[in-house]
């Protein structure tokens, strides 16, 4: 079975600092990876993904994480946090060849003006 | 386009009664599931539907049933609804089969159990 760790549940920051979120997943086969943001009062929307090829993904917000196989890690980082990144961002993972999409706890990023 | 619709998006119950919650999605997708939202605990999948005609269960089954009534439907009925199960309700959508691996969710529905 699939899981997904979010050690921090709370992150703050000072506004315009870097920030790096961190997932560890557990799986017995390959994995799909995702990550996942959750603005107040709204549903999840997609950030990135990771499915093959380069371990470095980027989303258009100027987030990346990198996919490390041997750590088993996932790790989102961005390099100068905007107020409006304020919400919480969750980790997933999905085996291959399985459905089902298994969600970390979250960590709520809170910007620091 | 509406992507992930759910109804009803509040409800409050007394300890024992029974309602659905309603799913529908107009992307033609085969995967639906069912999510609880719960503070520090993330979301948990309740059950899921790979394809019309399947479900299975997810982390949280007891307590739950669902209907996967035809490709645009999936419902979530409470047979006899506990506290426990005050929570915040996500059902989303996927076509993984079809090589996009992104969940689209509704807007959630905040279920409170007295």
């Known amino acids: 079975a699939q899981s997904v760790t979010q050690l921090d549940s709370q992150v703050p920051v000072f506004e315009e600092a870097p920030v790096e979120l961190r997932c560890n997943y557990s799986s017995s086969v390959s994995v799909y990876l995702f990550w996942y943001v959750q603005y107040p009062n709204q549903g999840l929307q997609l950030l990135l993904k990771?499915?093959?090829?380069?371990?470095l993904v980027e989303s258009i917000n100027g987030f990346e994480a990198e996919f490390n196989k041997s750590q088993t890690s996932f790790h989102l980082r961005k390099p100068s946090v905007h107020i409006s990144d304020t919400a919480e961002y969750f980790c997933a993972v999905r085996n291959f060849g399985n459905e089902k999409l298994t969600f970390g706890t979250g960590t709520r990023l809170t910007i620091i003006p | 386009n509406a992507g992930v619709t759910q109804t009803p998006k509040f409800q409050v119950l007394k300890t024992g009664q029974s309602m659905t919650l309603q799913c529908a999605q107009d992307?033609?997708?085969?995967?639906m599931y069912w999510y609880r939202q719960d503070p520090g605990m993330g979301l948990r999948l309740i059950y899921y539907?790979?394809?019309?005609?399947?479900?299975d269960k997810g982390e949280v089954p007891n307590g739950y049933n669902v209907s996967r009534l035809n490709k645009r439907e999936f419902s979530l009925r409470l047979e006899s609804a506990a506290p426990s199960q005050t929570s915040v309700y996500f059902c989303?959508?996927?076509?993984?089969?079809?090589?996009?691996?992104?969940?689209?969710f509704g807007s959630g529905t905040q279920l409170s159990v007295l």
């Open positions: 992307m033609n997708h085969n995967s």
């Open positions: 539907s790979a394809s019309e005609g399947t479900t």
């Open positions: 990771y499915l093959s090829g380069s371990t």
């Open positions: 989303a959508s996927s076509d993984v089969s079809g090589g996009d691996e992104k969940l689209f």
